[in-house]
T-cell receptor
Framework: LAKTTQPISMDSYEGQEVNITCSHNNIATNDYITWYQQFPSQGPRFIIQGYKTKVTNEVASLFIPADRKSSTLSLPRVSLSDTAVYYCLVGTYNFNKFYFGSGTKLNVKP | ETGVTQTPRHLVMGMTNKKSLKCEQHLGHNAMYWYKQSAKKPLELMFVYSLEERVENNSVPSRFSPECPNSSHLFLHLHTLQPEDSALYLC???????????FGEGSWLTVV
């Protein structure tokens, strides 16, 4: 089971680009990388998922280097409403062990 | 609205009570999950059901009893809980085990 390591917290200002990096050194060949966002008192919300290289959607981009031992979630031009905890998960596509780490608490300041 | 609905949103129960948490998903998914989130702790995976069959039970105490009568509904039956069981209980579903999971809003449980 691939363990993930993320910074505990990050601060940013409105309008800045934020990059949150996750380490997953023992990622398996079949593992996908998924990021979730969680606001207080709510369930986590899916942001983006990828396997390799770069994935972009309307919310974020996910950069995965060739060795796949890390990944970076990029949030363009953050706003105050992006203040949340961001979780990086590594899981096998064909199995069900989605384990959440401690996540990164992003604090966006005015 | 995530397509996963949990009720009740808040529950206060005594240690001798028996209560149940309910989850319903409207996404046509085949896998459902229960997670527990305590204050300042990571989410803990409790149970996983695939096509109404339990495929994962992460050493959860027997005072928590899951039930999955069909692929759209999941229950968590609670009895003789302890105060340390107070937490946010999250239900989630996915197309099948391993796919992207979608969470409900959670049920806040307080054991007194």
């Amino acid at each position: 089971l691939a363990k993930t390591t993320q910074p505990i917290s990050m601060d940013s200002y409105e309008g800045q680009e934020v990059n949150i990096t996750c380490s997953h050194n023992n990622i398996a060949t079949n593992d996908y990388i998924t990021w979730y966002q969680q606001f207080p008192s709510q369930g986590p919300r899916f942001i983006i998922q990828g396997y390799k290289t770069k994935v972009t959607n309307e919310v974020a981009s996910l950069f995965i280097p060739a060795d796949r031992k890390s990944s970076t979630l990029s949030l363009p031009r953050v706003s105050l409403s992006d203040t949340a905890v961001y979780y990086c998960l590594v899981g096998t596509y064909n199995f069900n062990k989605f384990y959440f780490g401690s996540g990164t608490k992003l604090n966006v300041k005015p | 609205e995530t397509g996963v609905t949990q009720t009740p949103r808040h529950l206060v129960m005594g240690m001798t009570n028996k209560k149940s948490l309910k989850c319903e998903q409207h996404l046509g998914h085949n896998a459902m999950y229960w997670y527990k989130q305590s204050a300042k702790k990571p989410l803990e995976l409790m149970f996983v059901y695939s096509l109404e069959e339990r495929v994962e039970n992460n050493s959860v105490p027997s005072r928590f009893s899951p039930e999955c009568p069909n692929s759209s509904h999941l229950f968590l039956h609670l009895h003789t809980l302890q105060p340390e069981d107070s937490a946010l209980y999250l239900c989630a579903s996915s197309q099948r085990p391993g796919n992207t999971i979608y969470f409900g809003e959670g049920s806040w449980l307080t054991v007194v």
